[in-house]
């Protein structure tokens, strides 16, 4: 699957992880940044509500902090 963070799309798989921490939707499990800072990129979340109501993401763990993370559905 096939996602557009920013300026970069990246393509994601059934091993890749994404935070949900209530400001944002991150995807954890790959790095993006210009020279010498690196973060995780950050997906819209009009985006990631839109594939969690169609299914494409799946709810892993919830913490009791409110953190939620979530893994790609193969369809």
Known sequence: MKIKCGREEFDLNEKDVILDNRACFQIITRETGRGWTKYPPIIAKGIA???IKDGS????EEKENGNKYYKINKK
């Open 49 to 51: 509500k839109k594939l």
């Open 57 to 60: 993401l799946i709810l892993k």
